[in-house]
C-alpha cells in the first residue's frame, strides 16, 4: 500500500517520515547508499546486501517494473529499501509485475518520499548506520532503539547465512544478451558465498561447466572434484570472520590451483597470502566507479562495486602484486599473485546492474585455466 505511512529511523535519534510502498512491518540493518541509476532488483536479491537496508540516490524509482529474469538470486536479501519516489505504473515490455507489488510479494519493508540525497550526505559525513524501516509510526521511539540495537557488520559471518546447503550444477547461461558463447571444456569450482547468477552465466558463456559448493567446504573436497579452477564468489559480511574459506584457499594456492576472487572472494584471497582487512566508513556502492590499471597500458575501467570492507594494501605481503586502484580514493582495487596462479578483484565485473568495462577478467581466469 502507497497511501501507508512509515519511519526511518537512526541509531543517532533521527527520524525521517515517507510512505510506505512495500511489506508492513519492522526492518534493521546496515543503511548504506547505492549511487546507480538503474538495477534496483538485482540489489535487492544481491545476497552481499544481507543485513543491510539500501538507499537510493537516483530520484524515480520502479519506472521498469520487475521480472523474474533480473533476480540474481532466489530471494532478497537486502533488509529494506530507501528511496525518493516509487513509481506504481511500469513501462517496460520486460516488466511482469510493478514494482510496490514485487516489493510487496517479497516481504521487503520499504519506504518512499525520503530526500535521499540529504540522507546520504549524512551518512558520507558520519558513514554507514543501524537504521530501521517501520510502518509503526505512532512510536517512533521504538523504531530508534532497534536501529540502536543493531550490531553493526564487523565479525559478522553472513556467509553461512547466504551460501547454499548442498553442491549443485549450474547450466544457464546469458541467454540473448551473450556476447560470447564457448563450449563447456574447463571445470570450474565456484564457492558460494553469496554468489551472484549473472557472475555464473557468464562463467558458463566463456566454457565453463561449474559445480557451485558451499562455503564450508574443505579444499580436499573440492581438489577430488578434480577442477581446472576454483573461483571465490562475492558475499556480505566481514572476511576475516570466514577463516574456513581462508584455510580452503591457502591449500588451493599450495596445489597451485588457479584462482579468482570478486569481492568477498577478493578479500579472502589477500587474507589468505596474509593481507589485513579493514571496515569502510560507508563502502562502495554503485554502477559508476572508476578504476585503473596499475602496470601495462593503465587503462581506465568504469566498473560495479559493492562493498563495505577493504583490503589495506599496506598490509599486502611481497608475494602479491597490486593490479588496480580506484580512481575515487585510490583504495585497493586488485591484487595478482606473482608465483601462483590465483588473482582477484574488488568490484564486480559481471555488473548486472553496472557497465561491462572489466568483463575481460573472466577471460584472464579462463587463460590461467588452459
Known sequence: MINKSAILALADGTV???????????????????????????MLT??????????LTTAHVGNTGCNIEDMESTKVWAAGLVIRNCTVIPSNYRAEQSFPDWLSKNGVVAISGIDT???????????????????????????????QSFA??????????????????WHEGQGEWSLSKQPQQLHVVAYDFGVKHNILRILHDKG???????????????????????FLSNGPGD?????????????FLDNNIPLFGICLGFQILALACGGVTKKMKFGHHGS???????????????????????VDEDSLPNCLEVTHRSLFDNSLQGIRHKTKPAFGFQGHPEASPGPHDIDILFNEFVKLMK
Request: net charge neutral.
Open 152 to 169: 553493526g557488520l564487523q565479525g559478522a559471518d553472513l556467509a553461512l547465512e547466504v551460501t547454499r546447503q548442498t553442491t549443485e550444477r
Open 208 to 230: 565453463c561447466h561449474i559445480t557451485i559448493v558451499p562455503a564450508k567446504t574443505s579444499a580436499e573436497e573440492v581438489l577430488a572434484m578434480n577442477p581446472n579452477g576454483v
Open 288 to 310: 559508476n566507479h572508476p578504476v585503473v590499471e596499475t602496470t601495462g597500458k593503465k587503462r581506465v575501467f568504469i566498473t560495479s562495486q559493492n562493498h563495505g570492507f577493504a
Open 16 to 42: 525521517f517520515e515517507g510512505l510506505s510502498v512495500g511489506a508492513t512491518g519492522d526492518s534493521v540493518g546496515e543503511l548504506v547508499f547505492n549511487t546507480s541509476m538503474t538495477g534496483y532488483q538485482e
Open 117 to 147: 540525497r540529504a540522507l546520504t550526505l549524512k551518512l558520507r559525513e558520519k558513514g554507514a548506520i543501524g537504521a530501521c524501516i517501520s510502518t509503526n509510526v505512532e512510536k517512533p521511539e521504538i523504531a530508534v532503539a532497534k536501529a
Open 239 to 251: 572476511p576475516q570472520a570466514c577463516d574456513y574459506a581462508i584455510k580452503a584457499t591457502q591449500v
Open 46 to 55: 544481491d545476497p552481499s546486501y544481507a543485513r543491510q537496508i539500501i538507499t
